[in-house]
């Protein structure tokens, strides 16, 4: 049984026991997360798609840790001016692991 469901802008396809790492959410170390835009539920019986969401599906989660992801680099240069402008970007992520759809 799996689910498909919708945070931070993007999509995850997930089912119980997966580790996901999502944008960041407002949710503590150890605390339980819901989410309610479940776009699309697996059953035995078959796929239950949302029109857009399917409702009264829920995910429910637990919040294992915050961190930031490694560094992308952002270098801007223009030639033969003498500028050159380096600066460095660290995404802000929250890991959950998936316990009941």
């Known amino acids: 049984?799996?689910?498909?469901?919708?945070t931070g802008g993007k999509q995850y396809k997930v089912q119980e026991g997966d580790v996901l790492f999502i944008e960041k959410l407002t949710a503590g170390d150890g605390e339980?997360?819901?989410?309610d835009r479940v776009l699309a539920v697996s059953k035995e019986d078959g796929l239950v798609a949302?029109?857009?969401v399917v409702s009264?599906?829920?995910v429910t989660a637990k919040v294992e840790k915050h961190g930031k992801g490694r560094k992308v680099v952002v270098y801007k240069y223009k030639p033969k001016k003498n500028y050159?402008?380096?600066?460095?970007?660290?995404?802000?992520?929250?890991?959950?692991?998936i316990e009941k759809i």
């Open 32 to 35: 339980s997360v819901t989410f």
């Open 50 to 52: 949302g029109t857009p």
């Open 56 to 58: 009264g599906a829920t």
């Open 84 to 97: 050159h402008k380096k600066q460095g970007h660290r995404q802000p992520y929250t890991k959950v692991t």
């Open 1 to 6: 049984m799996y689910a498909i469901i919708e």
